[in-house]
């Protein structure tokens, strides 16, 4: 009777630490789950895109002089600050300017679009005459899910359907982010917003 007393407790023991492990297993599973960035969804049928970033968005300290709500984008670091105020700014992880392509100054987001449609400038046509005239917006599109137009320039700060290049200095003078950073950005900043590049 002992001796069957004690198997009972054994087992016992072992199916309460599969309970536990099982608990631990899903809720470590959750807090995976809510660390992920999340889908971008499309509202123009482009369907979902999901794109992580090799460098996570994090708050950072910040002593800088502008203001909370500039947009500052360090092209030799290959990164982009969003100022927030009380010495802290939010950062993200960009591609830049290939070289012979950087550029610097002071400028201010003209325009907002989500799902941007594509045409090449004649510039870069000259380049790259194989490049279509037009592109409709979507997951294919090379602006991705959402772009900030920066006024008096060719230039955007848009999201990118190739990830891999975040952290690189690859555009033609574009600004690039992942979908999802871009989209987090989109959101927080409006039309008219000030846009600091850093070059050099």
């Not at 709500?69 to 300017?97: H, M």
Request: charge should be positive; charged fraction near 20%; hydrophobic fraction near 40%.
């Amino acid at each position: 009777m002992r001796r069957t007393l004690q198997i009972m407790a054994v087992l016992a023991a072992g199916i309460s630490s599969l309970a536990v492990s099982s608990s631990a297993a899903r809720a470590e599973s959750i807090f995976d789950f809510l660390l992920k960035p999340s889908p971008v969804a499309s509202s123009t049928n482009a369907g979902v895109v999901a794109s992580v970033s090799p460098i996570p968005r994090e708050i950072v300290d910040y002593d800088g002089k502008e203001k909370p709500g500039t947009i500052i984008v360090n092209s030799p670091e290959r990164r982009l600050y969003l100022v927030l105020g009380d010495g802290k700014a939010l950062r993200y992880g960009v591609g830049v300017g290939r070289p012979g392509f950087e550029w610097g100054g002071v400028k201010t987001i003209s325009r907002k679009q989500e799902w941007p449609a594509w045409t090449p400038p004649s510039q870069m046509l000259k380049r790259r005459p194989d490049l279509p005239r037009f592109m409709a917006g979507g997951i294919k599109n090379p602006l991705g899910a959402r772009a900030m137009y920066l006024g008096g320039t060719l230039y955007r700060i848009h999201g990118s359907n190739e990830p891999q290049t975040i952290g690189q200095a690859v555009s033609s003078g574009c600004i690039r982010m992942t979908n999802d950073d871009v989209t987090d950005l989109y959101e927080r900043v409006k039309v008219g917003t000030r846009v600091v590049i850093i070059h050099g």
